[in-house]
């Protein structure tokens, strides 16, 4: 399920074609709880593009419909994929009172490509993110995602999984970066898939909870499993 519609971020990595942010419907959490119920489904990822635009960078929105879902389908587990806020604590603080029952927020790249990569993003404000939910509500799984093949070497590597596990993220997942056009960032290398198998086996030994680690692994990826796998 996504929310809302157009980006307003320059981003080489997830870069999308600018337009006027559209206004939010406000009937959108109830249908999309209501499209739950119609599918029978026992486990829903809700994401959106970021809503800078906004001021609570959509995060009532995301509130609402986690909310919606309980009430429809109590029996659903909700993970949400979301934005940074732009490190708005309220904002934050908005969609984990809702209680999902996973958080995640992607951190992407190492933090040396961020400005090359994520220019509009800030690595120390998404481990931040990450850290306050545990703050917040220590009940609630934390989760993050990241590429490779974005010219990051296997130490960079390592250490962004040790800021991770720094933050108490619970759930990672590591996938290949693949260039959807010729203007989006290029591919720097294509992974070799037992390199992944190594990242996962440091990840587990690490103590992260659940590590989903692959060349086609991206941040939803047997979300269900991977929550299942933690009660």
Request: hydrophobic share 35%; with cysteine; proline share 4%.
């Amino acid at each position: 399920m996504i929310l809302g519609k157009n980006c307003t971020r320059n981003c080489k990595f997830c870069k999308v074609i600018k337009a006027e942010p559209e206004e939010v419907n406000p009937i959108e959490p109830k249908n999309i709880a209501k499209a739950i119920k119609e599918m029978d489904l026992k486990h829903t990822v809700i994401t959106s593009v970021t809503r800078d635009d906004l001021s609570d960078g959509g995060a009532g929105h995301f509130a609402s419909t986690i909310s919606e879902i309980k009430n429809l389908c109590p029996n659903v587990t909700i993970e949400v994929l979301i934005p940074d806020f732009k490190g708005e604590y309220d904002s934050l603080k908005k969609v984990v009172e809702a209680k999902p029952d996973v958080l995640n927020h992607n951190v992407e790249t190492i933090s040396n490509l961020y400005s090359s990569v994520r220019p509009m993003a800030v690595y120390k404000r998404s481990l931040e993110l990450l850290k306050r939910v545990k703050e917040i509500d220590d009940s609630i799984f934390t989760k993050s995602g990241f590429m490779v093949g974005l010219g990051e070497n296997a130490e960079q590597v390592i250490e962004l999984l040790k800021d991770l596990k720094k933050v108490n993220c619970d759930i990672i997942t590591i996938g290949q970066y693949l260039q959807p056009t010729k203007e989006h960032y290029e591919v720097k290398e294509y992974v070799n898939p037992n390199k992944f198998k190594i990242y996962e086996i440091i990840a587990k030994n690490m103590g992260f909870k659940f590590v989903a680690s692959g060349p086609f692994v991206r941040s939803s990826y047997h979300a269900e499993d991977g929550l299942n796998s933690l009660n």
